[in-house]
């Protein structure tokens, strides 16, 4: 059984940064691409970023390039995201993902 558990978030500034993490099991990690989506209040799904099973295949999206860092850890079976210049907008649940399988997210809230 695929498992995905997030955690890292919580309140920040705005410009402020956060490092988010995602535990996964129940597959063999590092044969899947990964990716990153997010939930902002009362909007929908907004994907954020993927990266490949070696980690030298990355995307972002247009919101979110130049801020945020995708990475992983095969040997921890671990998917990270570095959240830098944080801005309100970035407020949201932040899930990991592989293909249709979600974590329960993991809740950034960019406030001053």
């Known amino acids: 059984e695929v498992q995905l558990v997030e955690s890292g978030g919580g309140l920040v500034q705005p410009g402020g940064s956060l490092r988010l993490s995602c535990a996964a099991s129940?597959?063999?990690?590092?044969?899947?691409?990964m990716d990153w989506v997010r939930q902002a209040p009362g909007k929908g799904l907004e994907w954020v970023s993927s990266i490949n099973g070696r980690g030298d295949l990355i995307r972002y999206a247009d919101s979110v390039k130049g801020r945020f860092t995708i990475s992983r850890d095969n040997a921890k079976n671990t998917l990270y995201l570095q959240l830098s210049s944080l801005k309100i907008e970035d407020t949201a649940m932040y899930h990991c993902?592989?293909?249709?399988?979600r974590g329960q997210g993991t809740l950034v809230t960019v406030s001053s």
């Open positions: 129940g597959f063999t990690f590092r044969t899947y691409s």
């Open positions: 993902a592989q293909g249709a399988t």
